[in-house]
């Protein structure tokens, strides 16, 4: 999923609203996209080309291609309003792609429709990437190498949480969910302070969210000879409740990424709920197949409503 290539085939991408790739990424109908800054953003970042979407339909996921968002400059975050009960319940999607492009369908719109299914509120995040290039390498990566992710992040929180009771959520009830990268990045917010100087009223909120949901994290096992947490993810005990989700035969991001942090939340006195199976690769989002491992969605509505995020009637949604 990190090495998509640019693809000049038109493909039928309907259910995002578009026709064609190269154009930027624009939410399905209904729901706009909402700058995450009102002023420049830190550590400004302009990407080697205008925003553009790529899919290559050699690489299927569940038999169907992926659409990825490159080069994003201009973070965003967009809302997505539950259908039915609202549980006020609310998370932030954070997608994957290496931290140099967004598996938008994937890990991202396809996420919240379950979650609006659910009566949760999702919050899509288009955090800043570059595209893959590996001339860009110095302006991407895991927090501290790059801040720009890990600060769109944050600011997400920070906006939600301003904006909850417009939106209809309960300030204590803000999560983040996020595959691959954006894993790593559920395991940042969820363990740091705000990382940015504060630049408006927004910056007046939390920035930590209320719990976790990690999928296949990368970059949080660094030692190859040694079975160590990267020391820039500082677990304590104000860590939120967290729950990870990964394959044993994942060939991306190895399994001992989940364990060290497991054993980190373990030691710190945190609630987590890890869930590995033996087979399923990386990049499953919640397109279903044969595998187990692509029932997690009914086991994260459980979780939630044993934390107390949700209730009865989403939880046995499934």
Known sequence: MRKIAACMLALSLSNVGFAAQGAPWP?????????LWSGPAPDPFTAAAPENMTSDPK???AGRPLISVNDVSKPTLTVYRPKGANTGAAVLVYPGGGYWLLAIDLEGTEVCDWLTANGVTCILVK??????????ASRTGPYPRSPVALEDAQRAIALTRFHAKEW?????????????????????????????????????TSVRPDFGIALYPGHLWVDEDKFKL?????????????LIVQSGSDPVDDVKNSLVYYIA???????????????GGHAFGLRHTDKAITDWPRLALRWMKTIGMIGDGAASAG
């Open 27 to 35: 939410p399905s109908p209904g729901h706009p996209q909402i700058p």
């Open 59 to 61: 690489e299927l996921i």
């Open 127 to 136: 955090y800043r990437v570059p595209g893959y290039d590996k001339k860009e």
């Open 168 to 204: 209809g959520i309960d300030p204590h009830k803000i999560g983040v969910l996020g595959f691959s990268a954006g894993g790593h990045l559920v395991a940042a917010t969820s363990t740091h302070d705000r990382i940015y100087r504060p630049t408006d009223a927004i910056d007046r």
């Open 230 to 242: 990267d020391a820039n993810v500082p677990v304590d005990r104000r860590t939120p409740p967290q």
């Open 265 to 279: 939340l373990q030691k710190a006195g945190v609630s987590a709920e890890m869930h590995l199976y033996p087979v």
